[in-house]
């Protein structure tokens, strides 16, 4: 067992809000007109938390237009829709994370990208 | 029992539109600059999804700068914050429904305002 | 324009507590190990809002399967794989109401199925 | 600039499950009788997630008793009502963490708190 430090700290936030946002906002109705409307206030949202430096979503526009129903013009906000990177400050160490649709999984993979002492 | 008719598909879809809205986007992160941003996309959110003529989202600025945590400046969207009033158009029926905060009770009254035959 | 009466009331309550079903659960991580439980709570959860008299709620062990991923042996709850039904009491009318999948328009379809007076 | 090692995936995972628990739970309509089915639920939900060891919660009947609408017998899952404990177990790291609500800053804190290597 070993001391709880500043850079556990740091990667444990980037880690609480990505499952945040994922959980938050898979789900939301949306079609192609309000993709980057969302896109900033789900930046925003997740930037007003604790420890955020900078955040960046982008939501894949094509599987939007392939997931829209074709009668009612609409479809749901998916995880693997999703490409997120977040940057997160604590003390003093930045911790770079990511989310992306890992298509070979077939699964929207969170992982951490860099991590650095400033 | 009696046949379904259209006024009641059309209050049938004021009610769907309400209780998503509210169970979709409670508990989102925010603080006092991104209530506009946000009502917008909520509005947008609904509104992409059938039978919705028009939508109108205020979130209450005054409970959210009381529910703002003094350390970290943020806090969530309650549903007592949100005041709705939407328009379901479902063919000749207009509906008109409202969610706002019923302060005696505490609670966040949904219901139906006013039906017309267009 | 018209009054308001109960019958409008009682569909209006059916519509709201089948979208808050959704956009609550939508998006939970499940397996098939877990569906008879997770069906349980989310009827209990609904059950526990105003004017609920009954509620059913299955979820499609198949898609559950299909969508389950293979390296990581879970998925998460699509509002196609909900079948729900639904009875409300307001005052004197019971209103009878269902989600389930329609396969053709791949779409959650909800709907009223009966309306009576007690 | 330093590489991620297991410890700082293990942490990250940490993080994740609890973000997402927190939002995709936060706002479940409850009442008092249903808490330990409820409580079930979410472990076993979170339970089946990548690199979960165990999983305990515990959702403070008191603040539930307290919340309960008095005319309308029921409230929403709040994160202040959540008390969780996880174990992630990533490689050979175990990483203990907790939410619980911490009354003086009235916030639900996560944190993380016991690194082990097996």
Redesign the interface.
């Known amino acids: 067992?070993?001391e709880?430090n500043n850079?556990?700290?740091a990667?444990?936030?980037?880690?609480?809000?990505?499952?945040?946002?994922?959980?938050?906002f898979?789900?939301?109705?949306?079609?192609t007109?309000?993709l980057n409307?969302?896109e900033?206030?789900i930046e925003?949202?997740?930037g007003?938390?604790?420890f955020v430096r900078s955040i960046s979503v982008i939501i894949d526009t094509n599987m939007v237009k392939e997931k829209q129903?074709p009668?009612?013009?609409?479809c749901?906000l998916e995880?693997r829709m999703l490409h997120v990177s977040l940057q997160v400050l604590y003390k003093n160490i930045i911790v770079q994370?990511e989310m992306f649709y890992d298509k070979e999984?077939?699964?929207p993979l969170?992982?951490?990208?860099?991590?650095?002492?400033m």
């Open positions: 067992m070993t709880i850079r556990d700290r990667v444990f936030e980037a880690g609480i809000k990505l499952g945040a946002l994922y959980h938050q898979v789900g939301t109705p949306i079609n007109d309000m409307g969302l900033r206030i925003e949202s997740i007003v938390q604790p129903n009668e009612f013009g609409y749901e995880g994370a999984k077939d699964y969170m992982s951490v990208k860099k991590i650095e002492e």
